[in-house]
């Protein structure tokens, strides 16, 4: 999820814990609660600083060691050894109870999102992507902040927070039901489809639709279960010759095909230089697919630049190019 509605949810578990007796008994307690709460719905995304490094870091490594099962199980610990000496008074273990609740939950609902996580290394590195509800989903953050308002005027926090998570678990089931909807029209659709991937969008009756047959690949958008196939594209296996096997050893290109399930690919030959291009199918937006990775070689194959990240406009992508170092 976003990093907002990571922020209430922080505060939502803060809320819910009100009805723990230890918690509400004690000031100390609470208030420690309330900030592991916040904390730990956050920390996971502490990767999010290797966009400072560069895109291929942060793409390879996103939601990766940061949402696994060692580091769920080590964020509470690492808030507590903080918050901790500044409550001493506090419980200790009902702080790290809803601390380790919070950190959990923030791993549990990202791999709802169409990235998805790497939640279960180290048993594997597959990423966990069920694509069901939007990265930013207005109703869930929407509902969070009308609960936080309900509090603000005098509800009890513990009781409207439960009854929002009841509220949010039928949304939940909801999406589901409604990806499998669009599933089946697709199949309809495809028979032949080999693998097929079904993305949110932020309304709720809209989805984005990539499929692979053995031959073709298809993208569309679905509208309820009406799916509507805008681009196909014939499946080409990426050969094996000398400029895209120069190209693969690119840090860039690496990251995105570590990431990327469904991509195509182009090489272009200019008078001093190739350009070597991969082309993730999963984001068509407005006629473009604005997630690239693209590397350009000399005539020896050497990479003198490369690029990877989301690009709106082949203007800006020249730029990247120009100030990026192989």
């Known amino acids: 999820m976003d990093t907002g509605t990571h922020v209430v949810m922080g505060l ?26 916040i904390v730990g719905s956050q920390i996971p995304d502490i990767d999010t600083v290797l966009k400072l490094r560069n895109n291929a870091v942060y793409i390879r490594n996103h939601r990766g060691i940061t949402h696994s099962i060692p580091a769920v199980l080590l964020w509470p610990l690492a808030i507590l050894a903080v918050v901790y000496p500044f409550f ?7 702080l790290w109870l809803w601390t380790f609740l919070a950190v959990f939950l923030h791993v549990f609902v990202d791999i709802f999102n169409a990235y998805g996580t790497q939640a279960l290394r180290p048993f594997s590195s597959k990423w966990v992507a ?3 509800i939007n990265t930013f989903d207005p109703f869930i953050f929407g509902i969070h902040v009308a609960g936080l308002f309900i509090w603000a005027f005098g509800a009890h926090p513990g009781y409207t927070f439960l009854i929002i998570y009841g509220i949010i678990v039928v949304y939940y089931l909801l ?14 659709i495809i028979p032949d489809a080999t693998e097929i991937i079904i993305a ?5 009756n809209q989805w984005r639709v990539a499929v692979m047959s053995k031959q073709q690949f298809f993208v569309g958008r ?7 196939i805008l681009d196909q594209f014939n499946r080409v296996p990426v050969p094996e010759t000398p400029v895209i096997e120069a190209a693969k050893k690119d840090k860039n290109l690496s990251a995105f095909l ?3 399930p469904v991509y195509r690919w182009e090489v272009d030959e200019y008078d001093d230089y190739y350009e070597v291009r991969f082309i993730d199918l999963r984001y068509r937006s407005n006629g473009h697919y604005p997630f690239v990775a693209v590397v350009q070689l000399d005539r020896e194959f050497n990479i003198q630049s490369s690029y990877t990240g989301w690009i709106f406009s082949e203007e800006k992508l020249r730029k990247k190019l120009d100030i990026i170092p192989g």
């Not at 001493?88 to 009902?94: E, V």
């Not at 679905?222 to 509507?228: D, G, L, P």
């Open 258 to 260: 570590s990431f990327s």
């Open 130 to 132: 069920l694509g069901i």
């Open 175 to 188: 999406r589901f039901a409604a990806q499998r909807s669009v599933l089946r029209a697709v199949k309809v």
């Open 222 to 228: 679905a509208v309820k279960n009406h799916v509507r």
């Open 12 to 37: 939502a578990i803060g809320g819910i814990a009100t009805l723990d007796p230890v918690v509400a008994e004690s000031s100390a307690t609470a208030t420690s609660v309330m900030i592991g709460a």
């Open 88 to 94: 001493p008074t506090a419980d200790l273990l009902h």
């Open 200 to 204: 949110p969008t932020m309304k709720f």
